[in-house]
């Protein structure tokens, strides 16, 4: 089956700064990657999802790079805020038969230093 | 528009107990998830119901069932709980037409002692 694998697992960033996290994949059959937020206490919150036929997207701070030759894709997310604080999961997927068969990464805790 | 929904929010049961978690949408998904969450485990998938009237077993479905009731409910059943299925329960459902975005309940958070 589908293995994912999430770098660094934790990560502190002063603020203003950049943090990217990464993620490599095993099954060449993934084609959407989501990218999850959980605050802690809440529930896990869709940030910026990219498909296999995108090799990179933007939303504001946040953007995501797909390389699928290497099977890898990373979280960036820039000018770091205090806000941008929580841990982040990224997640391989492919739809098979009539669901969505999702794979996530163990997390990594991101912290904000103001 | 409520969303995901889950009930309870907390439990605490004794080994060899029962509980049903409670899971409904109100957005019209066809698929719905049932997950587990552990520190330092990410999130597992338990059971899915790709449809009204089907289930399918996950990743880690042993001291597990589920219910589709119909197409807004999905609920998980522990018939005897044990110390290891203390976690975080998360529900989750998706449509196709919608790009396949899992939206998650808040969660129960579920001690077994």
């Known amino acids: 089956g589908e293995n994912v694998e999430q770098h660094p697992s934790t990560l502190s960033v002063q603020e203003g700064d950049s943090a990217v996290i990464k993620c490599t994949y095993s099954d060449s059959a993934s084609n959407y990657f989501p990218w999850y937020k959980q605050e802690l206490g809440k529930r896990p919150q869709l940030i910026i999802d990219?498909?296999?036929?995108?090799g990179e997207k933007k939303d504001q701070r946040i953007a995501v790079t797909l390389n699928k030759t290497a099977k890898h894709f990373s979280l960036h997310i820039t000018e770091t805020q205090p806000e941008d604080s929580a841990v982040y999961f990224c997640a391989a997927s492919i739809r098979s038969g009539g669901y969505q068969k999702v794979t996530f990464g163990t997390g990594t805790k991101l912290q904000v230093i103001p | 528009n409520a969303g995901v929904t889950q009930t309870p929010k907390f439990q605490v049961l004794k080994t060899g107990q029962s509980m049903t978690l409670q899971c409904a949408q109100d957005m019209n998904h066809n698929s719905m998830y049932w997950y587990r969450q552990d520190p330092g485990m990410g999130l597992r998938l338990i059971y899915y119901s790709a449809s009204e009237g089907t289930t399918d077993k996950g990743e880690v479905p042993n001291g597990y069932n589920v219910s589709r009731l119909n197409k807004r409910e999905f609920s998980l059943r522990l018939e005897s709980a044990a110390p290891s299925q203390t976690s975080v329960y998360f529900c989750?459902?998706?449509?196709?037409?919608?790009?396949?975005?899992?939206?998650f309940g808040p969660g129960t958070r579920l001690t077994v002692l």
């Open positions: 990219i498909r296999s036929n995108v």
């Open positions: 989750a459902s998706s449509d196709p037409s919608l790009a396949d975005t899992q939206y």
